[in-house]
């Protein structure tokens, strides 16, 4: 199957970045290389570090790149950021980024399990090595399926779904996608069903954000990855969804804010000072051209700090 993906924001994330031909670049989320070739194109004695957990997107990610020699790919999880440019002698960078979430490639392709459109074995791992989605829906307890339900996709039915589920495995266990979209169907009544898609795109979300880590590689991202950036480099992340938006927005503010007291203290007695600013005040979305063409694009957003000099 062809690695097809259009890249989101992608001339607002160079000009973000604000690429210098000479600079110091790192690709999180390196995918079908759409942002890390147009990095690469950029430079001329600078370098890109292009990283990705998926074995498929390094794959394509080093024939795409391949051009360029200034390119080096990595299979990793983007929260090794900092141990990755120790490994390979990288001192600073001049900028990062980030475009979150699962790439169409991985989400169309029925093989990897991700989505509730074709029938598949239940699965969802970016790394294709781990905990699966199959693990999680076969072993968890009820609470535990619960509340990643509720947490990560607010999903007003996930007692209902998660007592379905125990009580589908005590038969046999749930072994692919579409058996888990009927126990899904079934858990949600019929008026909520007919609303707001796909019933079965909030659970399939949660499972995925719980399969793969995803908030936790995130906050231990945003902890480390900052301090490998240059003076005047920048840190730029595309979001999909609300609760990886609202978590690099409360980062990035703490980074302009510099002050960690608690918020009661009437004045500030840590002493520390900003060490970033913003780039955007306000998050870039996609303009009217990229939202007729480009599905993906309506939940995307896009912030950037700049380390301060
Ligand atoms: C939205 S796609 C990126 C697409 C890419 N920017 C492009 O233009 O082709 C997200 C990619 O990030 C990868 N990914 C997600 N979380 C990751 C993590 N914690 N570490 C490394 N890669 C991750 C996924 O495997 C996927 O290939
Ligand atoms: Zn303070």
Redesign the pocket.
Known sequence: MEFA????L?SECMDVLNIRPDGVYV??????????REIAKRLTSGRLIA????P??VKT?KERLAPYSQSTVVQ?????IPEILEELGIPGVDGI??????????FDNPERGFSYNYDAKLDMR??QSGLSAYDIVNTYAVPDLERILREFSEEKFAYKIARNIERARQQAPVETTFQLVEIIKQSIPAAARREGGHPAKRAFQALRIAV???LD??SR?LDTAFDCLNPGGRFAI?T?QSLEDRMVKQKFKALCTGCTCPPDFPVCICGKTPRAKLVTRKPVEAGKEELEKNN?SHSARLRAVEKIK
């Open positions: 993906h259009v890249s989101v992608l690709d999180g989320t390196a995918g079908g290389a759409g942002h890390s990283i990705d957990k998926d498929d997107a990610a990793s999880d983007f929260y090794r980024l980030l475009d979150l979430g699962v790439s169409s490639y991985q970016m790394s793969n880590g995803e590689s995130l991202c595309i999909f993906r």
